[in-house]
């Protein structure tokens, strides 16, 4: 390819000329390799192969030589303006196509800066060097070498010199000193990827791209530095035992991390002889022969350590490679501190927000219910969406859902005086119109600016009848006992906050047994692409195509049908519930208990609780099979959720039900691994779903508001 490149640079005297390969999914092409020219840290570094504004792209696909003239170039940054960091200058561009009548490799893509006249027979040139270099790439390919590009280039030497007969750089060797184009490419993609990193994972995957591979290391590993101890944010190509080795780390200690931080000093050891030298007692990663370990820096202070290994002993890098280096992690060093300051941030508002949902929901026999609530995935940190349900005197239960306008603390502030108001109002039994008056009242008089949407529905229990009332929001969905989707006949008011003195008006029905009611926030309509009126209506269908599933499994459907590829755009709340009608005593039979958290003696009394209540129900359920579910559900919650644990039991004459209600909505990730290798797919965390999987009828595990529920089914065997 080194050979092909030159050929091209010496016959067209070009600004620049790069070697385009296809990336391993065949979307992308990247640069492998390039003539390190004045303009060489310049080009273009990815282009889809589906973009065919690129004459790279062109060419690849029609499989002929495309020419661009700067009116061409300039109408492609028009319409993508970011590429103007690339093509800051008229130029003219000519591509050719690397490709047989078998297979496509790529392109060879050549920049003329100043812009000037590409002859047909230059073209020609070009196409006959992109035709040699393909045939051979396919000989190559026939053998088993990889052909494609793994987007880290190498810069090639105008001057043949020594590599006349070579390709330039092997793959896995270094490349020729002095490339300071090569630190200009490394530096400059460093600093557009970290400008749209937007968390952790995405900071460490540009440092594997651009630190790892770019400097022939192996491996890597970045630490910080919280509440005095080392907590690795993020590893590539390391082992779990050297993970677990670093992490946790008191800085007091000594190791080559914590000397790396505390005396601001880049470390490197050329053997693993020298590293045990010096660090006896450390554990020590074989497999690779050296290591360096680099400070990294942000607003002036050593916050972290960054850990590199390289497989070949000797001194891995030059004094030009270390100090392009040091500039790189220093600007890893604050993306990474502002990422994790950010999310931390984040962690805490929404935990904030968390709390002010309800802990659990009434257990009772006339009404199961299922809660969602995920909070954007854009923006800002936290919204003010809600939903409570409150046991209402005399036995009926109130289910409130409610969106306070805009995403900030206020908007959480305000959204918890108006849950604590509604609730208030609710206990000196007031009917849902006024409630929504008084609420109306108290956000008027609030003075916020903002405005609120509200809908309240009271059920009674023992009659199936429901009285509701909604102020600018969503009416609820409703099906019958056949899944027959019922309209609400309920006037719709303003949004709280709005008027000084509006009316509320309240509708009733009757559910009949089985029916089944979905209240919801606006931020599980895709209206923005779909409007409002067919949003509505395709979540209406989905609701009656699966109001006969269990309600978690329906649960999980509305939220994964309708949430978008990058998250809701805006906060989503859902709010399921199934009246199963007043029944004799008897029919359908509850329990429930609680463990504090990191009980110890919680498993035990699980199965005490379970053989109490199996006993007294005379249910014939597998009693072995009930305790091994149930502990192992409880056991995880309790290691893994850090808070109380509720263990609650529903009965009935086919089945009995298990559900384990904790308060951690999504399990903690203290590191982000970069390659499947360091995944152990036979983790002992992931047994326990295993067995469940395996010996329940029906289970599952969703996020619910403050926390996460884990259920699962037990058929009751019939009598012979």
């Not at 690779?288 to 990294?296: C, E, I, K, V, W």
């Not at 609710?426 to 609030?446: F, K, T, W």
């Not at 010996?695 to 699962?712: C, D, E, H, Q, V």
Request: aromatic share 6%; net charge negative; proline share 6%.
């Amino acid at each position: 390819m080194a050979s092909a490149l030159r050929q091209v640079y010496s016959g067209l005297d070009p600004s620049t000329c790069t070697a385009y390969l296809l990336t391993r999914d065949g979307r992308y092409l990247t640069v492998a390799m390039t003539m390190d020219t004045p303009l060489s840290f310049a080009i273009t570094p990815e282009i889809s192969v589906d973009n065919m504004g690129f004459p790279t792209a062109a060419a690849h696909r029609k499989g002929v030589a495309v020419l661009r003239d700067p009116q061409g170039m300039r109408k492609l940054t028009e319409a993508s303006p970011s590429l103007v960091t690339n093509m800051p200058f008229p130029l003219t561009v000519a591509s050719a196509p690397i490709r047989t009548a078998r297979r496509r490799f790529g392109a060879i893509t050549v920049r003329c800066v100043p812009p000037r006249v590409v002859t047909d027979g230059e073209l020609r040139e070009l196409q006959v060097v992109a035709d040699e270099l393909a045939a051979t790439l396919e000989d190559l390919a026939g053998k088993g070498v990889s052909v494609t590009s793994d987007r880290t280039p190498v810069f090639v030497s105008c001057d043949r010199g020594t590599a006349d007969a070579g390709h330039g750089t092997p793959r896995g060797q270094r490349s020729e000193p002095g490339s300071g184009n090569r630190f200009l490419y490394q530096l400059q993609r460093l600093a557009t990827e970290l400008a749209g990193a937007v968390c952790v994972r995405d900071i460490v995957a540009i440092t594997q791209t651009r630190v790892v591979r770019a400097f022939h290391g192996s491996t890597v590993a970045l630490c910080l530095v919280e509440a005095e101890r080392l907590h690795v944010v993020g590893a590539a190509g390391c082992s779990r035992e050297q993970v677990h080795g670093i992490e946790g780390t008191l800085l007091s200690r000594r190791t080559p991390e914590t000397d790396t931080i505390k005396g601001v000093k880049v470390r490197i050891f050329p053997t693993v002889e020298k590293l045990r030298e010096e660090y006896p007692a450390h554990e020590i990663d074989h497999d690779r022969q050296a290591h360096a370990y680099f400070p990294l820096i942000s607003h002036g202070k050593a916050v972290g350590c960054c850990v590199l290994g390289f497989d070949e002993a000797g001194v891995p890098l030059r004094a030009d490679e270390i100090a392009v280096l040091m500039i790189m992690l220093e600007q890893i060093g604050q993306a990474l501190a502002r990422a994790r300051a950010y999310e931390i941030e984040h962690a805490v508002t929404q935990s904030i927000q968390r709390s002010l949902l309800p802990r659990s929901v009434p257990h009772l026999s006339e009404v199961v219910t299922a809660t969602r609530y995920f909070p954007a995935a854009q923006g800002a940190a936290v919204g003010g969406d809600w939903y409570d349900v409150i046991a209402l005197a005399g036995g009926g239960i109130g289910f409130v859902v409610g969106d306070v306008e805009g995403h900030s603390l206020e908007a959480v502030s305000v959204m918890s005086q108006l849950r604590s108001a509604v609730r208030a109002y609710a206990d000196e039994g007031h009917d849902p119109a006024a409630i929504l008056a008084r609420s109306n009242q108290l956000l008027v008089n609030l003075d916020t600016g903002l405005y609120a949407t509200c809908c309240c529905l009271w059920l009674d229990v023992a009659t199936g009848v429901v009285c509701m009332a909604t102020a600018g929001h969503p009416l609820p969905l409703v099906t019958d006992h056949r899944s027959r989707l019922r309209r609400p006949r309920s006037p719709v008011g303003p949004p709280l906050g709005v008027e000084g003195q509006p009316r509320y008006e309240q509708g009733d029905m009757v559910l009949e047994t089985g029916a089944v009611v979905a209240m919801y926030t606006d931020g599980l309509l895709n209206f923005r692409e779909l409007g409002t009126e067919r949003a509505t209506a395709e979540l209406s269908d989905l609701f009656v195509a699966g109001s006969r599933a269990d309600l978690e499994v329906l649960a999980d459907r509305m939220i994964d049908a309708c949430r978008p590829s990058a998250g809701f755009a805006d906060d989503a709340a859902l709010l399921l519930l199934r009246y199963e009608g007043s029944r004799p005593r008897g029919h359908c039979r509850l329990a429930e208990t609680s463990l504090t958290r990191h009980d110890l003696k919680g498993v035990s009394r699980t199965r005490l609780f379970l053989r109490r209540q199996l006993e007294g129900w005379d249910l014939p359920v597998p009693l072995d099979n009930l305790e091994l579910l149930a502990t192992e559900i409880v056991t995880n919650a309790l290691i893994h959720a850090h808070s109380d644990v509720d263990l609650r039991l529903r009965g009935y004459p086919d089945r009995i039900r298990v559900e384990v209600r904790d308060g951690d909505p999504y399990p903690p990730v203290p590191t982000t691994p970069l390659d499947d290798a360091t995944e152990n797919q036979e983790a002992e965390s992931g047994r326990g779903l295993l067995i469940v999987d395996a010996l329940a009828s029906a289970w599952g595990s969703s996020p619910a508001g403050r926390g996460k529920t884990t259920w699962f089914e037990l058929r009751v065997p019939r009598p012979a």
